[in-house]
Nanobody, 125 residues
């Protein structure tokens, strides 16, 4: 069982930056693909970014490509999402997730086995 806890959300103005963290406990995440998803009010959960267990492969949603950077520190058992040039449409609850089943990267939420409780990101115009 992997426990994931997100932090770092908050209120920022458009064009600003935030760094989200996802701290894992109970088990190491060093062999897991990790991802970030988000859900805005009235909308379905959507893929944001993912990173392979080694950090050698990443994937980003088109809407965040070039602005967000996913990274991991396996020694600290922590996943990060650096968010730059934030836009009001980035406003959502952000969730981190772990895929324990394979080494391949996935954009699909049903491939991920464990989820954090989410952290709110609000971007004002």
């Amino acid at each position: 069982q992997v426990q994931l806890v997100e932090s770092g959300g908050g209120l920022v103005q458009a064009g600003g930056s935030l760094r989200l963290s996802c701290a894992a406990s109970r088990r190491a995440i060093s062999t897991y693909t990790m991802g970030w998803f988000r859900q805005a009010p009235g909308k379905e959960r959507e893929f944001v970014a993912a990173i392979s267990w080694s950090g050698g492969s990443t994937s980003y949603a088109d809407s965040v490509k070039g602005r967000f950077t996913i990274s991991r520190d396996n020694a600290k058992n922590t996943l990060y999402l650096q968010m730059n040039s934030l836009k009001p449409e980035d406003t959502a609850v952000y969730y981190c997730a772990a895929d324990t089943a394979s080494y391949k990267i996935s954009r699909h939420s049903d491939e991920y086995d464990y989820w954090g409780q989410g952290t709110q990101v609000t971007v004002s115009s």
